[in-house]
């Protein structure tokens, strides 16, 4: 089992033609992904790599039967591909662009919410089941190994750093999340742990935060209720208030969503709050004794 994704979903690749949307599709059929399509306006007929290229998505999906969709189109012009995919069937769609206008995403969310569909992102590294052999993201694939640890991150590469070490300490993931780094993504903590507490093929969950805003908060707040254990990595300890770090979330603003704040309500949720990364995987193993 997994969350999000399961094997021989049938997936749509929105901007497959351009470079990043060629060369993520090519590494998401390399991994086992079922992509049955892709969109490019004035460029239906065509293939990418043996895959079918459709001018629109309702055409696509059409042609294709996918319910889901992964979109490569500069951030101002996500929202056209989102609203497109969600209007026709599209009820699992990762966002991977980044500098999507906040007003955009507010909407894109809220679309998705009324027609019951999930998204994940905007600015996310995407989704990876790899005991269900699919993704959809930009991940790379030789790190990740089928098995138990379920994993959800706001950020792309300390993930990608951690679901490494998880594997040389021999332990795999049922599922990786990349929540997104923006202020407002489809996704949260919250959402993504209650998908995990259903998973009978999660036994332990990591948690992977930063500074800025309080997704950490809320989750410590459903900790109680998961019944699995959770170990934690936030990174941002040496960062100044009020700069930004990387992500478009990751700052802190008049004393909120600083470190220490959510390390003591994560630990005091009883989750297994550790300093460095490599400290995870150890973690988790003594957890799952």
Known sequence: MAIYLHRGQKILVQGITGRQGTFHAQQMRAFGANVVGGTSPGKGGTLVDGVPVFDTLREAVGETGATASIVFVPGPYTKDAAFEALENGIRLLVLIPEHVPVADSIDIVARAQDLGADVVGPNTFGVISPGEG??????????????EVGVVARSGTLSYEIAYQLTNAGLGQSTVVGMGGDPVVGGTFVSVLERFREDAATRAV??????????????????????????????GRAAPAGKRMGHAGAIIERGRGTLDSKERALAKAGAHVVTVPWEVAPAVASALQ
């Open 206 to 235: 990591v948690l992977v935060g930063e500074i800025g805003g309080s997704a950490e908060e809320e989750a410590a707040e459903y900790l109680s209720t998961l019944g699995k254990p959770v170990v934690a990595y936030l990174a």
């Open 134 to 147: 699919t993704k959809m993201g930009i991940m790379p694939n030789h790190i990740y190994r089928p098995g």
